[in-house]
C-alpha cells in the first residue's frame, strides 16, 4: 500500500493519460540522454553490419547502401526508463526485417552495438516482424547527431535506451548477453506498460 | 526494484528554490557516489509521479540527502521543495545508475563539470572524496545561473579546486568568473588531457552536449567522459 502524500495533487489535466505508460510524464520536447560524449561519424566512414552467431558478417552497407534500400515512414510514441514519454514521434528508417532479409540464423538474441561502445541487448524476435528499424530521419529531416544520427536503432516497444543511438550492426548471438545499462542495474526486457525500469522489476 | 518508506528528518534551505531533504531510510542498501534514487508521489485519490533525483550524501553516510531545485510548473519538485515537513514520509527506490559514478578506488585525477543542479551527484563524489581521504586530485568547474542559484555556496567555499561561473549574474558583488563554460575555462581550471582524467559531466542537455564536446574537441578520451543530463521539463 503507497504511502499517500498529503497535499500532493499532481497534474491531472495532462493529456495523453491511458496513451502513456506507468510512471510516465509527457513531454512536447526531445530530450536528450547518454552516458558519454555525441558521436560524429563521418558517413564516408559509416556502415551497418549484421554479424551472425559464428561472428561471420552476415550483412554489410555503406550509408550509399544503406540509403538505397526500402524505408519506411513510422509513427509511434516513445517512452524513456527517465520517465518522460513523447507521442506520435516521426520517424523514417530501414526495418530491421528488410536487413535481415538474406541471413539465415538460428539465433534468439541480439546486441545491439553503436560508435562510442554503447550496446544493448534484445530478443531477436522482438526486433523483427515489423518492430524495429534503424532510422535516419525524424521529423521530415536527417536525424541529427545529439539524438543518434546519422541512424539509431528504433524499437519503440521497449523504452528507449533499447533504441541504441549511433548504431553501427547487430550482432547475433544464442545465448543472452547483457548490454551497457543492462550490466549496470537496468531491467535486461524493459517492457515501459509493465514498467521493467531496473533489476527485479 | 522495490519501494522504500523515507522519513524526513530535516530540511534545510539551500538557495531561495532549493532544498536539501535529509531521509531516513531503514532497507537503504547504500548506494556509491553519482547515483540517483526514483521518487514517488501519492495523492489522495492514489494519482502518482514519479521523478528522479540524485543523491548529495556520500556513500555511507547515516542518512540520505537529496537536494530538490523546485521547478515552478513541474509537478513533484514543488512538493518537495516547499511541502515537505520533518516526519513527512515519501516513497522512493534506489540507488539508480551503475555507470555515473566514481569510486575512490584510485589516484587519477577528476575533473568534475556540473550545470545548475547538475552539481548534485558531483558533491557527492566531492563529499566521498574528503570521506576517504583519496589521493586523487579533484577538481569542480560550477556553472550557475547568479550568485544566489550557487548550491552548496559555503561548503564549496572551502574547498580549493573548485571555479565556479555565473553565467546570468548582473550584479556587482559577484568578484568571481562570468560566462559560460568555455574551452579556456576548462582549459585552465581542469586538467590536461594527457594526464588521463576521469571527467564527469552533469547538467541540463545543452550544457552537458556543449561541454561534452569541448572536452573531446580538447583531446580527452571520450571513454573518460561520463555524463549525466537532466531535462528541463517535468520537474
Known amino acids: 500500500m503507497a504511502i499517500v502524500n498529503r497535499g500532493f495533487k499532481g497534474r491531472r489535466s495532462q493529456a495523453g493519460a491511458g496513451l502513456i505508460p506507468p510512471g510516465q510524464y509527457l513531454v512536447d520536447d526531445f530530450p536528450v540522454l547518454t552516458a558519454g560524449p555525441t558521436q560524429f561519424t563521418p558517413l564516408a566512414e559509416w556502415d551497418f553490419t549484421i554479424l551472425d552467431e559464428s561472428g561471420a558478417a552476415a550483412g554489410r552497407w555503406t550509408w550509399e547502401e544503406f540509403q538505397a534500400l526500402p524505408a519506411d515512414d513510422i509513427i509511434v510514441d516513445i517512452h524513456c526508463v527517465t520517465k518522460w514519454s513523447k507521442l506520435g514521434t516521426h520517424w523514417r528508417g530501414v526495418s530491421v526485417d528488410t536487413l535481415m532479409e538474406g541471413v539465415e540464423t538460428s539465433a534468439e538474441f541480439v546486441v545491439a552495438f553503436s560508435d562510442g561502445g554503447y550496446t544493448t541487448n534484445l530478443p531477436l524476435a522482438d526486433v523483427l516482424d515489423g518492430q524495429a528499424w534503424v532510422a535516419f530521419g525524424y521529423d521530415g529531416e536527417a536525424l541529427e547527431s545529439e539524438h543518434g544520427g546519422p541512424a539509431r536503432l528504433l524499437v519503440p516497444h521497449l523504452y528507449f535506451w533499447k533504441s541504441a543511438k549511433w548504431v553501427r550492426g547487430l550482432r547475433l548471438l544464442n545465448e543472452d548477453e547483457p548490454g551497457f545499462w543492462e550490466a549496470v542495474g537496468y531491467h535486461n526486457y524493459g517492457d515501459p506498460w509493465r514498467e521493467q525500469r531496473y533489476w527485479g522489476d | ?235
Not at chain 2, 52 to 69: C, H, K, N, Q
Not at chain 2, 89 to 95: H, V
Not at chain 2, 121 to 140: F, G, Q, T, Y
Request: net charge negative; proline share 6%.
Open chain 2, 1 to 235: 526494484m522495490k519501494w522504500l518508506v523515507a522519513t524526513v528528518t530535516e530540511t534545510t534551505p539551500e538557495t531561495a528554490s532549493a532544498v536539501t531533504i535529509r531521509l531516513d531510510v531503514p532497507d537503504w542498501p547504500g548506494h556509491r557516489a553519482g547515483q540517483h534514487v526514483d521518487v514517488r508521489l501519492t495523492a489522495e485519490d492514489g494519482y502518482q509521479a514519479q521523478r528522479s533525483y540524485s543523491i548529495a550524501s556520500p556513500p555511507g553516510s547515516d542518512r540520505l540527502e537529496l537536494t530538490v531545485v523546485r521547478i515552478d510548473d513541474g509537478e513533484v519538485s514543488p512538493y518537495l521543495a516547499s511541502d515537505l515537513d520533518v516526519g513527512d514520509q515519501i516513497e522512493l527506490r534506489g540507488p539508480i545508475g551503475g555507470y555515473f559514478v566514481w569510486d575512490g578506488d584510485d589516484d587519477r585525477p577528476v575533473l568534475l563539470t556540473g550545470g545548475g543542479s547538475g552539481v548534485v551527484p558531483l558533491v557527492s563524489m566531492m563529499r566521498h572524496h574528503e570521506a576517504v581521504d583519496s589521493k586523487a586530485p579533484m577538481r569542480l568547474v560550477y556553472s550557475a545561473r547568479t550568485a544566489g542559484d550557487v548550491l552548496y555556496r559555503d561548503e564549496l567555499a572551502n574547498v580549493h579546486d573548485v571555479t565556479i561561473t555565473l553565467t546570468r549574474d548582473q550584479s556587482s558583488e559577484w568578484d568571481g568568473r562570468r560566462g559560460r563554460v568555455d574551452n579556456e575555462l576548462l582549459a585552465t581550471a581542469g586538467w590536461p588531457p594527457s594526464e588521463g582524467p576521469r571527467c564527469y559531466v552533469c547538467g541540463p542537455d545543452t550544457f552537458v552536449e556543449a561541454v561534452a564536446n569541448i572536452l573531446v574537441d580538447m583531446g580527452h578520451d571520450q571513454t573518460n567522459v561520463k555524463t549525466e543530463r537532466f531535462g528541463p521539463t517535468g520537474g
